[in-house]
């Protein structure tokens, strides 16, 4: 069985446990580098990224967890996910663990639409997918060999780039399990590449 570890610092965890074992993958809290070396791709959740990076810091896994992209290993991040994993943030000197390459830029959906729910076409996943924002970021710009897989009001607000996906909200907030469907087929992929080297 396919092993998916959910980043358990603070957030949203337990939902992306749900929809994780919904696919059929076991579900793995991440806590240490340990944690890390038993999965197969990471989900990092949304909550605030300012408090996650302090318990990153705190626990010593930034440079475990740049160092698990850097082993092709899937890494999925929603809305503060995403914010930690992107190279560049609006406004901010410094990146988080830096391998997504995008810009993006934190709550910007402005403070009178804290949050909302709103159906999105997710290129090749679903044509109504129930996206939940909760003081969304968006992704301001991407670079080379970024796809983008979805947008809502001109916005980026999920993309793909090799093994390392990023998104704006909460797929793990409504029963549609289409997107963790999606990152358990990565991580199944990226195994079958690894057998076969
Ligand atoms: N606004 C939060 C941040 O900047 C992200 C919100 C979320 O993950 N729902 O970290």
């Given at each position: ?81 995403l914010i930690?994993?992107a190279?560049k943030l609006v ?11 995008a810009t993006v830029e934190r ?30 970021p968006h992704i301001v ?25 990023g ?31």
């Open positions: 069985m396919v092993k998916i570890g959910v980043l358990a610092l603070q957030g949203a965890i337990s939902e992306h446990v749900l929809s994780i074992e919904a696919c059929g993958a076991k579900a793995i809290l991440v806590k240490s580098k340990d944690d890390l070396n038993l999965v197969d791709g990471l989900i990092l959740p949304g909550g605030e990224s300012t408090t996650m990076r302090k318990l990153i810091d705190h626990y010593d896994l930034l440079v475990p967890l740049q160092q698990f992209a850097s082993e092709e290993k899937p890494m999925f991040g929603t809305c503060a996910g930690l994993l190279k406004g901010y000197d410094a990146a988080h663990i830096g391998v997504l390459n709550n910007s959906f402005g403070r009178q639409v804290d949050s909302f729910e709103t159906s999105l076409v997710v290129k090749d996943i679903a044509t109504d997918f129930p996206a939940v924002f909760i003081r969304a710009e991407v670079g080379p060999g970024i796809e983008i897989l979805a947008t809502h009001e001109d916005r980026i607000v999920m993309a793909k780039q090799g093994h390392i996906l998104c704006s909200f909460h797929p793990e907030l409504t029963a549609d399990h289409r997107i963790a469907a999606y990152f358990t087929d990565m991580v199944k992929e990226s195994l079958a590449k690894k057998a076969s080297v």
